[in-house]
């Protein structure tokens, strides 16, 4: 949560099914302590529209250029911290444009997620605060998960059974590295239910949450 007090824009990245929604949802229900907090989903096609319904305000410039910059003014004037997910269903050319305006102009913290990787230059991407989430291997996600019990005080099963247990989400190895983020700053309810589901065998309602 530090991140968003040395940058005002803060990008989460990495394909569907990792847990982004899960972890900014934890960031701003510990973030709602200090500050109002929003969270807006992008849908296919509306463009911009979902934020200024949100702010419960219609922007009445034609061109992209103009949309933007009145959405990133409206948002320092609202305050507050955002999530803005799925900026990737975006025209390339507005979601880079939105991007580059939030980092030069925003001054409240955004967090913005993606499925895909950003519609900028190399170089402009280096100069964003963000993150790309990396698998891990299966020996490296069972060691960390060991990591997680042991720290927690919880019984830490046998290699063989915790590699076992990791079967249901070998497609999404770099999930217990999202967990131990969340799980290592502070108790989570939500990296308690799912390190606990993972040990004994995912269930219907856990299998949904992790997708």
């Avoid at 319904?53 to 034609?62: D, G, K, T, V, Y």
């Avoid at 880079?96 to 967090?111: D, E, G, T």
């Avoid at 967990?179 to 219907?204: H, K, R």
């Amino acid at each position: 949560m530090e991140r968003l007090d040395e940058s005002p824009l803060l990008v989460l990245k990495g394909i569907a099914g990792i847990g982004k929604s899960a972890v900014v949802l934890h960031l701003l229900e510990r973030r709602a302590a200090q500050q109002p907090c929003h969270y807006v989903r992008f849908l296919p096609g509306p463009g911009l529209q979902p934020v200024f319904e949100a702010l419960a305000s219609e922007s009445q410039a034609a061109e992209s250029r103009s949309q933007v910059f009145d959405l990133v003014k409206q948002l320092n004037a609202q305050g507050g911290c955002w999530v803005l997910e799925d900026v990737h269903l975006l025209e390339p050319a507005l979601a880079a444009q939105l991007l580059r305006s939030l980092q030069a102009y925003v001054r409240c913290p955004v967090i913005v997620t993606s499925r895909q990787e950003l519609p900028l230059s190399t170089l402009e991407q280096v100069e964003f605060l963000q993150f790309k989430l990396e698998p891990l291997d299966p020996v490296g996600a069972r060691e960390l998960l060991e990591q997680l019990l042991r720290r927690r005080g919880l019984p830490v099963p046998s290699p063989q059974e915790l590699e076992e247990a990791l079967k249901p989400v070998a497609g999404h190895p770099y999930l217990i590295k999202l967990l131990a983020a969340v799980w290592n700053e502070q108790p989570s309810a939500v990296g308690e239910v799912l390190v606990s589901e993972i040990v004994s065998g995912l269930s219907a309602e856990a299998t949904q949450l992790l997708q």
